[in-house]
């Protein structure tokens, strides 16, 4: 295939405006689904990956299509991830492409988090096009769409393509607007190998398996590879395509995208943005634009049960398999015992995480409220970095202390828009920027502190406009922080799970709502009991169960056995789920509520 006759390109699209739909009209049309082996094949595999858990990442696929000029043309649609917390990754996809496909619900309008990417494709020097979805809805609005995505993104909507996806209208104008409006691939097959990295993930049988875009240069089975990022060398045992089943083909050359599998062990050694070039003949330079993802969300999990502790290793070190951007360390808590710290790229990225571990692997989990990466500095100029409030040292020992900062973007109908403002400065934001982006939707700009965010932003976001609301963040940066660690103690002893990094002025409040909860949910003891918290030695809340006077029994005096016996029995039932905190017991109800209620 001559290099001017390929086209790759991405799809854009807010969740369920119809990328899939689309993406399975596009392989429909153009025959990659039409034979009922193949489907039955393709549709097979996905099955098997759902049912091992897999996510299924090979929405990368090639389709030639016959244009209206009557030549054949090799289109190669690059599947981007779909949520806030992967900008990298889809930053990375969208630099294999020349074009993007801006899907849009003519019956919606855009959203917040289409933007985001858009701005991407844009900043990439992709042509950008869009298609309004969903024309067969009553409900659809095509020229008010069109307008909104002129005035909102700023590119020309006047000829866009008026599609259902649901009922395959506008498909074939799409394919012939793919092969007008974007440019063939530039690159050069004679140069040395160069291949941008934009995806891999781990085959139970295969090894990783990982999605190249080859820049420069030609790849064939047998050579020698080298990723540039960590200078690690492999043989090349396959290369090939999805179309969408996974086929071989002899080569890869400039322009195309396609796999490749190479013995590569773990996925952490495949990371996304990076070069792969010939360990013999490299080429000059890295592409530009690697970055290595670190976490920024952390939170402890811990099993309801402790017997299901190996189960909840087991199941993270197979997430972590296919997800190089989340990572995990042991952790004990005096409270909950055994379990894990775990970070994560943000926190739609922490919720999908918590949720497989739940569904797929049957985990019942406590988790503590996150927090984010502080910097810590020291006196006498020392900085490190902490995640828990475990970490933190003695107040003595602090210089000053700084907190992540991000950009949040959010997207709300223009009557929520007094709700939202509220809440950013109740989370410690700074207005950026109130932009009207049409008569009745508005994008409210705020910087705000990652720490107030990862608490109950989302979840107050969402209530408060009743679900309209769409967020998109960025990181920012770094700020100095009056922050502080709390602790909440049981008659003297730390609660280490209940610990938390503060803001000062958050403190009082913070403290007083946590000390008033455990209050009403500590049974009565033998003797009295002191909950308090505290910042370093200071108190700051305080409250008291008083003892019990009698003893259960006391009750039952002289009453008959049968009754006497399951009191006694249901006493030890609750014992069991019991967790102490010195001499006091504590139900594990009461850490279930305090850290669910964030
Ligand atoms: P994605 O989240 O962008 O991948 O969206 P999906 O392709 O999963 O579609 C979301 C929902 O919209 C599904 O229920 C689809 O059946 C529906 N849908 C997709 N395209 C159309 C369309 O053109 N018309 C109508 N009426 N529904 C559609
Ligand atoms: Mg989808």
Excluded at 5 to 29: P, Q, V
Aim: glycine share 6%; aromatic share 8%.
């Amino acid at each position: 295939m001559k290099i001017d006759h390929i086209r790759n390109f991405s799809i854009i699209a807010h969740i369920d405006h119809g990328k899939s739909t689309l993406a399975d009209r596009l392989l429909e049309y153009t025959g990659a689904l039409s034979d009922r082996e193949k489907q039955d094949q393709f549709l097979d595999k996905m099955d098997l990956e759902r049912e091992r858990g897999i996510t299924i990442k090979a929405q990368t696929v090639r389709l030639v299509y016959r244009a209206d000029d009557g030549r054949d043309y090799v289109l190669n649609l690059i599947d981007t991830p779909g949520h806030v917390d992967f900008t990298y990754e889809v930053s990375r996809s969208l630099t294999a492409c020349e074009g993007a496909l801006l899907v849009v619900d003519a019956s919606q309008g855009v959203e917040a988090q289409t933007l985001a990417n858009v701005y991407l494709a844009i900043d990439t020097n992709l042509e950008v096009f869009p298609v309004l979805n969903k024309i067969d809805l009553p409900a659809a609005e095509p020229e008010r769409v069109k307008h909104e995505i002129e005035e909102i993104i700023g590119i020309d909507a006047h000829d866009a393509v008026l599609a259902s996806a649901k009922e395959g209208i506008g498909t074939r104008e799409i394919l012939e607007e793919i092969v007008s409006k974007i440019p063939p691939p530039a690159g050069d097959p004679g140069k040395p190998l160069q291949a941008l990295l934009f995806d891999s993930w781990y085959d139970q049988y295969q090894g990783v398996i990982v999605l190249v875009r080859i820049i420069d240069g030609t790849v064939k089975k047998g050579e020698k590879i080298l990723l540039m990022s960590n200078k690690k060398s492999y043989e090349v045992l396959k290369v090939g395509v999805f179309s969408p089943a996974m086929c071989e083909v002899p080569s890869l050359t400039a322009g195309e995208v396609g796999f490749l599998i190479a013995g590569i062990k773990d996925v952490q050694d495949a990371k996304v943005g990076d070069t792969v070039t010939h360990l013999h003949n490299p080429c000059a330079a890295p592409l530009p634009g690697y970055k290595e993802v670190k976490p920024m969300v952390f939170s402890g999990l811990y099993p309801i049960d402790t017997a299901q502790y190996e189960q909840l290793r087991d199941a993270l070190a197979k997430l972590k398999l296919n997800d190089s951007s989340f990572s995990y360390e042991p952790e004990t808590s005096l409270a909950l015992g055994f379990g894990f710290r775990c970070g994560f790229l943000g926190l739609l990225h922490m919720e999908i995480i918590q949720e497989r571990l739940e569904r797929e692997f049957n985990l019942d989990l406590i988790t503590t409220a996150p927090t984010v990466v502080y910097r810590v500095h020291k006196v006498g100029g020392e900085m490190f970095t902490i995640e828990s409030a475990n970490q933190m040292p003695e107040p003595q020992h602090i210089d000053f202390i700084e907190e992540p900062f991000i950009l949040a973007s959010i997207h709300v109908p223009n009557e929520y828009v007094g709700g939202i403002l509220a809440l950013c400065e109740e989370k410690r934001g700074v207005q950026r920027e109130i932009k009207y982006l049409t008569p009745t939707r508005v994008m409210v700009i705020y910087e705000l502190p990652l720490n107030e965010v990862v608490l109950d932003f989302y979840d107050r976001l969402k209530s408060i406009t009743k679900g309209y609301a769409s967020l998109d963040y960025e990181q920012l940066d770094y700020r100095r922080s009056e922050l502080v660690r709390m602790n909440i103690m049981i008659n003297g002893e730390v609660v280490d799970a209940l610990s938390l990094i503060i803001h000062r002025d958050k403190a009082y409040y913070r403290g007083r709502d946590l000390v008033s909860k455990m209050k009403e949910l500590i049974p009565r003891q033998m003797f009295e009991i002191a909950i308090q918290a505290a910042i370093g030695n200071k108190v700051i809340a305080r409250e008291t169960v008083k003892a019990m006077r009698k003893d259960v029994l006391a009750k039952c005096y002289g009453g008959d056995i049968t009754r006497k016996r399951k009191l006694l029995e249901k006493q030890k039932e609750g014992k069991k789920r019991m967790k102490n905190i010195g001499n006091v017991e504590l139900p594990q109800e009461a850490f279930l509520a305090i850290l669910k209620v964030e």
